[in-house]
């Protein structure tokens, strides 16, 4: 059985990643939503003997929550647990189009706290998957396309659901370990 910890477990496709894992034997699920976000302290039960992780935390001050959590993967000393960390479209310069983040007053660095939490992640030395995707919309699931990193790519929208299929994708199948992937509805 294989331990899931979902980070910002109250967000719309957080919800939705639960409730698609629930009931499956093979899973043992953790919901982090409460606690400190900014203390490694507040994730110690969390990331204890954890298999995968994923991370549903959006907006501002994302890397700091991030350095956060893999501190305490240091200090439990799980370095082999795998991270599906949800990022945005943009960090790589990627863009064939401009981009509006929403309820993102200061795109810049917005930018900079995605490109740093991924950093974090990467020297954490763990299996990771990162998943560049726009302006997150509710909606049924449809087709979409991943792009490679550094592959050019429009901004544009996935639906909760479509990305919540996604997020169980990888857990179930890690089809993209150690990549960083766009996503993009058709």
């Not at 990331?47 to 956060?68: A, L, P, Q, R």
């Not at 954490?124 to 550094?150: H, M, Q, S």
Request: net charge negative; hydrophobic share 40%.
């Amino acid at each position: 059985m294989k331990t899931i910890l979902i980070l910002g477990a109250a967000q719309p496709v957080a919800k939705l990643v639960a409730a698609q894992l629930q009931g499956q034997d093979q899973y043992n699920l953790r919901l982090w939503s409460t606690g400190d976000p900014h203390k490694a302290a507040a994730y110690m039960d969390a990331v204890k003997n954890v298999d995968i992780i994923y991370s549903d935390f959006t907006g501002m001050d994302v890397d700091w929550n991030i350095e956060t959590v893999t501190e305490a993967m240091r200090q439990q000393e799980n370095n082999s647990a795998r991270f599906i960390f949800r990022s945005v479209s943009g960090i790589d310069g990627e863009l064939t189009n401009s981009a509006q983040y929403t309820g993102i007053q200061d795109k810049e660095k917005f930018l900079d706290q995605q490109r740093y939490a991924i950093k974090m992640i990467d020297e954490a030395e763990i299996p990771y998957t990162i998943l560049r995707v726009g302006n997150v919309i509710d909606g049924p699931k449809t087709d979409f396309t991943i792009y490679n990193e550094g592959n050019q790519i429009p901004f544009g929208n996935v639906s909760c659901e479509t990305l919540a299929t996604i997020v169980v994708d990888e857990i179930s199948n890690a089809a993209h370990v150690n990549q960083s992937i766009g996503i993009i509805e058709k």
